[in-house]
């Protein structure tokens, strides 16, 4: 029987600059605002990065984190899980600091090291149109940032989610990453079952394509057995968010929105985090399928459940 579809909502991230739309959440106010309406939407659960929220900036610091999801819990049942791949600049340990600080249900655990870009962007804007000052070198210097996720830093991010009993939701941007959790896994550094989510459209990755996104879960079925795991979809811009998102419900999959990865609901139509939610629970009702609430999606994946937090 297909699952109910989970719906993630990624609000914010670090890789989406506040000139690109004027709908990114960066206060806690907004980041709280948003993952309510997400969630009132269908989502079961929301994706925290922090941010300055003066400019924006995309910052590591745990105590950022927690007036954001203190607020979403005081005011949303969706499960809330929270990024340990921050963004450009963060080493591997700045952003495992969020894990036995706040010990969420879920976090993500992205699973290789590669050069995580989005320098071409840089190309839309001259350097007045920026919003704040930080913005075009951020973007620029994509150029050359390498997201690091070494084995020993996965080895690492292995034990401390283990210690804290938080839930890996594996980040895969290219099919050896798909290899590397099967290492983790045959190692004891992973365990079954798997929640995956298949990264596609990182410049540096795999391109947002149905045919990739085939070639990942054909993988995955191969490589860990298609009863030992399940898996959500992330397209990278747009139309990519949404075809993706509406092959992945056709395929008893589930999804990931947000402007952290997609900016637009519709050819330049700019939107929020919650449309974007509206318009796959649209296209689920289309393909008859029932939207996750958070219990279902605590349920589905086996989650400890909002009480056990840690914040
Ligand atoms: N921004 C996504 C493409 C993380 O937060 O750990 C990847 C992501 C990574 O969400
Ligand atoms: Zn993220």
């Known amino acids: 029987m297909t699952d109910k579809l989970i719906i993630t909502s990624a609000l914010t991230g670090a890789i989406t600059i506040p000139t690109q739309t004027p709908h990114l959440p960066f206060t806690p106010e907004h980041l709280i605002a948003d993952a309510i309406a997400c969630g009132q939407a269908g989502a079961a659960a929301v994706h925290v990065?922090?941010?300055?929220?003066?400019?924006?900036?995309?910052?590591?610091?745990?105590?950022?984190?927690?007036?954001?999801?203190?607020g979403i819990k005081a005011a949303s049942n969706v499960v809330t899980g929270v990024t340990t791949g921050g963004g450009m600049g963060m080493s591997p340990q700045d952003r495992l600091r969020v894990i036995p600080r706040y010990r969420p249900e879920l976090a993500s655990f992205n699973l290789g090291s590669i050069n995580f870009s989005m320098h071409p962007v840089a190309k839309r804007y001259k350097p007045g149109d920026y919003k704040y000052d930080w913005e075009q070198s951020y973007v620029e210097g994509t150029k050359?940032?390498?997201?690091?996720?070494?084995?020993?830093?996965?080895?690492?991010?292995?034990?401390?989610?283990?210690?804290?009993?938080?839930?890996?939701?594996?980040?895969?941007?290219?099919l050896g990453h798909l290899y590397n959790l099967r290492f983790l896994v045959k190692n004891g550094l992973a365990k079954?079952?798997?929640w995956i989510q298949f990264v596609l459209g990182v410049l540096g990755g795999l391109a947002a394509t149905i045919e990739d996104l085939i070639v990942m879960k054909q993988t995955a079925d191969r490589l860990f057995g298609s009863e030992n795991y399940k898996w959500s979809v992330i397209g990278v811009g747009y139309p990519a968010e949404i075809n993706l998102a509406a092959t992945a419900i056709m395929m008893g999959g589930h999804v990931r929105v947000g402007l952290e990865d997609n900016i637009f609901i519709g050819?330049?139509?700019?939107?929020?985090?919650?449309?974007?939610?509206?318009k796959i629970v649209r296209l689920a009702h289309e393909f008859d399928r029932d939207i996750a609430t958070p219990e279902d999606m605590r349920q589905i994946l086996g989650l400890k459940g909002a009480a056990a937090i840690g914040f």
Do not use: W
């Not at 941010?51 to 999801?69: A, Q, Y």
């Not at 997201?147 to 290219?174: K, L």
């Open 49 to 70: 990065h922090a941010r300055d929220p003066v400019d924006g900036r995309p910052l590591s610091d745990p105590d950022l984190f927690e007036p954001i999801l203190k």
């Open 144 to 174: 050359d940032f390498i997201f690091r996720n070494t084995f020993g830093d996965m080895e690492t991010y292995s034990s401390t989610f283990a210690e804290n009993n938080v839930r890996p939701e594996f980040e895969a941007y290219d």
């Open 192 to 194: 079954p079952p798997l």
């Open 267 to 278: 050819k330049g139509r700019y939107c929020t985090n919650a449309q974007l939610v509206e």
